[in-house]
């Protein structure tokens, strides 16, 4: 895991050659190499937190906070997850343990044991949401020891939290919306999405005010009656943006088709995305619904992870 005092604004991106991580102006279409990862694998998560951002990747990272000196190994498992408190995380410690842990001020909170083969999701206000390997089952767990199980889950995987809400891939190119307080499901779909496509570490972004995710997904390829040559154009464009209000299960989708881009990332201001294809580096603005390329120094963009300004450098209190 990365441990990142943040004062500026740029995005943290990926690439596949090392160093891995970049930092990206988006004005000035430059990208530096972030050197402070560049012994491990691509991303496997990242959590934007209050003055920090938790990057987790082969290992447990923390970085000098200038971004200037080569991260030390902090543990072994790169396993990550959202904590109800802005300032923290969790990710697992020795065994079965998971660590509760204070990014801003480098204090563990708490120590929590869950059992063997149960990895934790997120933090919500009705407890731990864990998937049981063993069970094959999603539960909400106590806080508190022994940690029993309040709640179970229904199938899908893992996609986001909103407060009490959780979101799930199901069957495809669906979401099912959990609330928790009233233990219902919302299951929704849009027929012009045929399959979500996947960001890099599984990284969903949920935009700032914690209100809407943003996805891309492959479109359902329409004109039947184009020659061949044209349908292969036109298929090369078939990657649809995805925005949906956690709170109803609401399906926007803006018309503008992309070609393979990758996952969309929130920008701190909560009105615009950011994604990148092999050609370009995108900026979208959700309130106009309209996309700018951004010109860059690169000949292929690297991948935007996460807009560093979303980790401001306020205490969380």
């Known amino acids: 895991m990365l441990r990142v005092v943040i004062n500026e604004t740029r995005l943290l991106a990926y690439r596949a050659t090392k160093p891995h991580l ?32 938790a990057v987790a990747a082969d290992h447990l990272w923390w970085p000098d906070a200038k971004l200037e000196r080569r991260a030390r190994r902090l543990a072994s498992s790169p396993r990550l997850a959202p904590a109800i408190d802005e300032r923290c995380v969790w990710h697992q410690g020795d065994g079965s343990s998971w660590v509760h842990y204070d990014g801003t001020v480098d204090e563990v909170r708490d120590v929590v044991d869950l059992g063997p083969m149960v990895a934790l999701h997120v933090e919500i206000p009705e407890g731990l949401v864990v998937w049981d390997v063993g069970r094959q089952t999603r539960f909400v767990l106590d ?12 199938p899908g995987d893992f996609v986001a939290a909103s407060g009490s809400k959780t979101a799930w891939r199901y069957e495809g190119a669906g979401l099912r919306i959990h609330d928790h307080v009233k233990g219902t499901d919302v299951v929704v779909h849009d027929d012009r999405i045929r399959r979500w496509t996947y960001p890099y570490g599984e990284c969903w972004s949920v935009s700032p005010d914690g209100m809407t995710l943003a996805l891309s997904g492959e479109g359902v390829f329409g004109p039947v009656d184009l020659g061949i040559e044209d349908r292969a154009a036109a298929k090369a464009k078939d990657t649809l943006l995805v925005f949906v ?34 050609r370009s580096l995108h900026v979208f603005d959700v309130v106009a619904r309209q996309g700018t390329p951004v010109s860059g120094q690169w000949t292929r963009p690297p991948h935007p992870i996460v807009d560093i300004a979303r980790a401001d450098s306020s205490t969380g209190e």
């Open 22 to 53: 970049r930092v990206v102006d988006v004005v000035g279409g430059t990208e530096t190499p972030c050197k402070l990862l560049d012994r491990a694998s691509a991303p496997m998560g990242v959590v934007p937190r209050s003055g920090w951002i």
């Open 143 to 154: 806080r508190e020891p022994p940690h029993a199980p309040l709640e179970e889950i229904g």
């Open 245 to 278: 209000d956690l709170a109803s299960g609401t399906f926007d989708i803006p018309t503008d088709r992309y070609e393979a881009p990758g996952f969309p990332v929130w920008l701190a201001d909560g009105q615009h995305v950011t994604f990148a294809n092999d």
